[in-house]
């Protein structure tokens, strides 16, 4: 069932990206620093949605890598505690009356 709905998902986002590219078929030109290309107006909005994307990507990087680094020190801070604890366990309880 889930594949079913998966391969629908990427039918219709397939069949947006034909008709998205169909209605801008018209050729925009693209200057930049080294010169200056035209190309459809759709492959330029997509080249650039997908470099958007990877730069978003990008910038989540060191979030993760943080919150990562903070999961494992606290996973050690726990395993040390459990330690403690378990030794703390053991010793002899003095009995006072």
Avoid: W
């Avoid at 594949?3 to 200057?31: E, T, Y």
């Avoid at 494992?72 to 053991?90: F, Q, V, Y």
């Amino acid at each position: 069932m889930r594949r079913l709905v998966d391969l629908c998902v990427i039918i219709i986002i397939v069949m947006l990206g034909l008709s998205f590219a169909m209605l801008n078929q018209d050729v925009a030109r693209l200057n930049y620093y080294f010169g200056s290309i035209s190309t459809p107006l759709s492959l330029l909005l997509t080249i650039v949605l997908v470099v958007g994307a990877i730069l978003g990507a990008l910038s989540t990087v060191g979030i993760l890598l943080r919150q990562r680094a903070e999961i494992a020190r606290l996973r050690r801070r726990t395993k040390m505690e459990h330690k403690a604890i378990s030794e703390r366990s053991k010793l002899p309880v003095a009995h006072t009356t």
